[in-house]
């Protein structure tokens, strides 16, 4: 098992930035795609961006596409969502996802991970 931990959400105004983190656990970091989902109040776990296991290839949803940059550091076992220009529709509990996979392109869907986390709060207030 892979333990996940997100870190970096709070309260936040329109138009300001956030870096959340996903920290995991064990030397086997680099051997996993990564990705970030949120889920609001009433409303499905929605993709947000995944990261490759090299870090090569990265996808984003079209409702974050620009606004928002992942990124991952191996060596630290850790992936970072930087989210800039927030807006108060990324308000949601943000999930930290990992899995192992032999093709390494980063998936999109939620059943596709095995691994997740507690998730961290991000509010966009204004």
Known sequence: QVQLVESGGGLVQAGGSLRLSCAASGRTFSNYDMGWF?????????FVSSIS???TVRSYSDSVKGRFTISRDNAKNTVYLQM???KSEDTAIY????????AGLGPTRPGQYNYWGQG???????
């Open 95 to 102: 999930y930290c996802a990992a899995v192992q996979t032999p």
């Open 53 to 55: 296991r090299s870090g």
């Open 38 to 46: 949120r889920q609001a109040p009433g409303k499905e776990r929605e």
């Open 120 to 126: 961290t709060q991000v509010t966009v207030s204004s």
């Open 84 to 86: 800039n220009s927030l």
